[in-house]
């Protein structure tokens, strides 16, 4: 009997869990020849999610009820819930109600094609602008850094085969970005189009914030690219720098009388001054990331498990989370 695991960050979710839930078990029972497994990760929820959580895992011990001692983010929370899998296939997915359960099997179906993970790509997102632009920059991001085909359009659905799955546990980076792990772990993947659903209830609890830390994790763990990209523009800064020094002496040279223009000096040291303000800036964010990767930081500590027994996670395998530090 094929094992489907099934991993769900849960945030402020009290009343859209177990509708998710409830569509995944149904799902389910037209399909015999397969099990379920769920782990729902409560990331500290201001409502009673983990109530919620409880009361499902109570009623089924094929689910498993993580929760997390502060809000850690959905990638910190995938990562938790990667050492209690024991599925052939791993799917990833919201706990908002917005992703067809229905579609799972058409995602396992096309892995096992011959893919190792399988994405799932809408053809129009109900977010809001906001959160479209965010994950638009983040699609380019991925493309232009981290080495993501082009005609692969990613989400927060997806499947992926076991060995995927474990090796994402080997990546004690400091800031967890699961998109780059992957395409560091294989470069097979795939897509499939489908529909995105409204959300069941609430509002998303993925803020500008949010998603500018996503971004930063993706943006300096993966690519020295924009170290390099600060060296080019130096360099060219420094190349106009001389050659509008040398214009200046010969114009002075050629027309003693000509004034010197202190509105253009001003304006130019300021430009100079901005572009290397923000080089240092860029240096300063890979320095830190450092740092903190160095001391080690938890990125996930789990304050209850339930239906889990037996199974220990030493804090020395977590890995650090970013919101609270900057």
């Known amino acids: 009997m094929k094992i489907v695991t099934f991993i769900i960050p849960c945030f402020n979710s009290e009343k859209n869990i177990p509708l998710v839930v409830a569509e995944i078990k149904r799902e389910f029972v037209l399909r015999p020849e397969c099990q379920y497994q769920l782990i729902l990760v409560n990331d500290y929820s201001a409502d009673d999610t983990i109530g919620a959580i409880r009361e499902l895992c109570s009623e089924d011990q094929d689910i498993i009820g993580i929760s997390l001692s502060r809000n850690f983010g959905q990638q910190a929370a995938r990562m938790a819930a990667l050492h209690y899998i024991k599925g052939e296939y791993v799917v990833f997915m919201d706990d908002d109600g917005e992703h067809p359960v229905v579609e799972i099997f058409n995602m396992i179906d096309k892995l096992e094609t011959g893919y190792d993970v399988v994405y799932a790509s809408f053809k129009d997102k109900h977010y809001s602008l906001i959160r479209k632009m965010g994950t638009a920059l983040n699609q380019k991001m991925a493309n232009m850094l981290i080495g993501k085909p082009s005609h692969i359009k990613t989400s927060s659905f997806f499947v992926m085969r076991r060995f995927v799955a474990e090796a ?21 993947i795939a897509d499939i189009e489908m529909e995105h659903r409204s959300r069941i209830s609430g509002e998303s609890g993925y803020t500008f914030k949010k998603m500018v830390l996503l971004w930063l994790n993706g943006f300096t763990s993966f690519s020295v690219r924009p170290l390099r990209v600060s060296t080019f523009m130096g360099f060219i800064m420094a190349l106009i720098g001389f050659l509008f020094g040398v214009f200046i002496v010969i114009n002075k040279i050629m027309n003693p009388a000509i004034q010197a223009g202190y509105t253009s000096i001003i304006a130019v040291m300021i430009f100079i001054g901005g572009m290397v303000m923000l080089m240092l800036g860029m240096i300063g964010e890979y320095i830190g990331r450092i740092f903190i990767t160095m001391n080690r930081i938890p990125q996930f500590v789990i304050l209850e498990t339930i239906n889990a027994e037996g199974k220990i996670i030493s804090l020395s395998d977590n890995i650090p989370q970013t919101e609270d530090l900057f």
């Not at 546990?169 to 470069?187: A, M, Q, R, V």
């Open 168 to 188: 994402l546990k080997e990546y004690h980076s400091s800031f967890p970005y699961l998109l780059g792990y992957i395409l560091k772990i294989t470069n097979n």
